[in-house]
């Protein structure tokens, strides 16, 4: 199962993300009989899949700050910025999985570290994130992703290809996820 969560910059996306995955997870837990601490690659595993490449100080500060954030959650962190499909070797069919961000992995897959630029990684992100959720199959996923069309700029060249990108993305994530929430100020409006 998929589940799409968007919103603008620290609209509380993220928090309401792990929120919803942890008492999903729980719910699991408690109807399989399973009221204990999650053991790695055994259970309802939580995973947190982290896609944000630390290339300055901001990233960083931003990475340390959503690892606070999980901390004594139970979480086992993969990195991965790149071809997000590799996950799904690493996780359980009962694992409940949080990837954390789409708006980082389309920029990640777009512009190569060399300066090259792939003109639509679109088919390989999402033939990559439905692999995670067909690996999932007593689990879950949920992805986090970002509003970042309604600024009013116009925008040209790579920057309009990579909103376009995004948009394509998350169009097709809408409309493969089975329940789909907008967090605007800190509220969850469920749209699907």
Do not use: W
């Not at 399973?34 to 901001?58: V, W």
């Not at 990233?59 to 340390?64: A, D, Y």
């Not at 789409?102 to 190569?112: H, Q, T």
């Amino acid at each position: 199962m998929l589940r799409l969560i968007t919103g603008g910059s620290a609209s509380g996306k993220s928090a309401f993300a792990e929120r919803l995955l942890e008492e999903n997870a729980e719910r699991q837990r408690e109807a399989a009989g399973q009221l204990r601490e999650c053991e790695e690659g055994t259970g309802s595993e939580l995973i947190y899949l982290a896609t944000m490449a630390a290339r300055d100080e901001e990233s960083l500060e931003r990475i340390q700050r959503h690892v606070r954030q999980r901390s004594g959650k139970g979480y086992r962190t993969l990195e991965i910025s790149r071809d997000i499909g590799s996950a799904a070797g690493l996780i359980g069919q009962e694992s409940f999985v949080l990837i954390e961000d789409i708006p980082n992995l389309c920029a990640n897959e777009m512009f190569s570290d060399d300066g090259s630029i792939c003109a639509d990684p679109s088919d390989s992100i999402i033939e990559g994130i439905e692999g995670i959720c067909r690996k999932c199959l007593k689990g879950e996923v949920i992805a986090v992703t970002g509003e970042l069309f309604s600024d009013g700029t116009v925008y040209e060249g790579e920057t309009l290809e990579y909103l376009k990108l995004l948009a394509r993305v998350n169009y097709e994530l809408a409309a493969r996820a089975s329940s789909v929430y907008e967090i605007v100020c800190k509220t969850a409006n469920r749209l699907k």
